[in-house]
């Protein structure tokens, strides 16, 4: 029997989602399918919409069996880090990863991670980078100068389609790959029913607007009861953080080389708001999304060396039976600890660090700290 693992965010889950899981369970009868997920926050460096444990019940009332939550220093990596974090985790018990793909096919996604991997690109990718281009854009001219196909790396989904491809390879995983297509537009702030984007059904829920039937019917009441979460109703808590960090505090940054964190002291302690701060910062080599991951891990309290390294263990956020199941064949991989086992240390006050300082991003009042982990398991028959 297959398990199937999706490496995903549902922020928040919505029909494109339900489409995938559906599309699994056909292709694979009988199967268990493991969804990581981001917790407190998501990859593009913001607080995930809604709390971990109600995107967790999202999943599991509609196809999951076993929702883990990726740990926070692999949720808030770059996408090759997103990717390899998500993979070293479901290597040990998942025998097909499933991911959305806009054009890529098996084929073509493993040829291009092949090519990212190859000497070649290693020695051309340093000439394009010293131009002062992106890594992104660096990455493009680096391919085709080599002669490889760039066309992967246009859209999100391809891109990270191709990380998931690369850790796979340099990991020596036995994981298949099965890439389903995705329809429409992954950032569309545009309504489509067929296709929905998170950027919409995010945008829309905040604003007030019609949301509802872009996801699946049953979560409808769960969602309207959720306390919604945002970047700008914490914005004045990320200030006080800024603001009060030394100068070895930004060196010691993920991402913050080459004199960059000279710019963020500067701009955190001359801007009056976190966008003004990251437009001071900005430049074309490095990209927006890099610059709020940047902002969010100050704020978080997470330093270049804690966020490349291993994370210990990876929690458990919700089952079914057959999840259960799963759950126990993988702590005989040694990837999760034992009932009852304290998880302690250095990872596990990050953890709760990085729970307690989510409930500032609400709407409402804030929450009290430690309420996330008492919401941590949801268990369904």
């Known amino acids: 029997m297959h398990t199937v693992g999706i490496i995903c965010e549902y922020n928040p889950f919505h029909l494109g989602h339900r489409k995938q899981l559906d599309t699994v369970r056909d292709k694979f009868p009988g199967c268990t399918i493991v969804c990581l997920m981001s917790g407190s926050y998501v990859q593009r460096g913001e607080p995930a919409i809604f709390d971990k444990a109600v995107r967790a019940e999202a999943a599991l009332e509609n196809g999951a ?59 051309a990718l340093p000439r394009f980078l010293a131009l002062g281009l992106s890594f992104p854009a660096a990455r493009e001219r680096a391919l085709a100068e080599i002669g490889a196909d760039t066309s992967l790396l246009q859209k999100s989904n391809d891109i990270l389609a191709v990380e998931y491809c690369k850790a796979i390879l340099c990991q020596n995983s036995m994981l298949e790959i099965f890439p389903i297509p995705r329809g429409g537009d992954y950032a569309s702030t545009a309504p489509d029913a067929e296709n929905p984007s998170a950027t919409f059904v995010r945008a829309a829920i905040r604003a007030g607007a019609q949301w509802e039937a872009y996801v699946p019917e049953n979560l409808r009441a769960l969602y309207a009861r959720a306390e919604i979460h945002d970047f700008p109703a914490g914005e004045r808590a990320v200030l006080g953080q800024l603001r009060r960090m030394r100068e070895e505090d930004y060196r010691l940054l993920s991402g913050c080389g080459e004199g960059l964190w000279r710019k963020w002291y500067a701009a955190a302690h001359s801007c009056a708001g976190t966008e003004e701060i990251l437009a001071a910062v900005k430049s074309k080599r490095y990209t927006r999304t890099r610059l709020q991951r940047t902002m969010l891990c100050a704020y978080l309290g997470i330093g270049e060396q804690q966020l490349h390294s291993p994370a210990p263990w990876c929690r458990c956020l919700g089952f079914t039976a057959a999840g259960r199941e799963a759950l126990k064949a993988a702590r005989l991989h040694g990837s999760f600890p034992n009932e009852g086992e304290k998880m302690e240390g250095d990872y596990a006050l990050l953890e709760q660090r990085c729970d307690d300082l989510y409930s500032l991003f609400v709407r409402s009042a804030p929450g009290a700290p430690g309420q996330t982990a008492k919401r941590r398991v949801n268990v369904k028959p």
Request: glycine content about 12%; charged content about 15%.
């Open 65 to 123: 069996d076993l929702v883990l939550e990726l740990p926070v220093t692999y949720a808030l990596s770059s996408a090759e880090g997103f990717a390899a974090g998500g993979v070293s985790i479901l290597s040990g018990f998942c025998d097909t990863l499933c991911f959305g793909a806009e054009s890529g096919t098996r084929e073509s996604l493993l040829a291009t991670a092949q090519a990212l991997l190859g000497s070649e690109f290693r020695e």
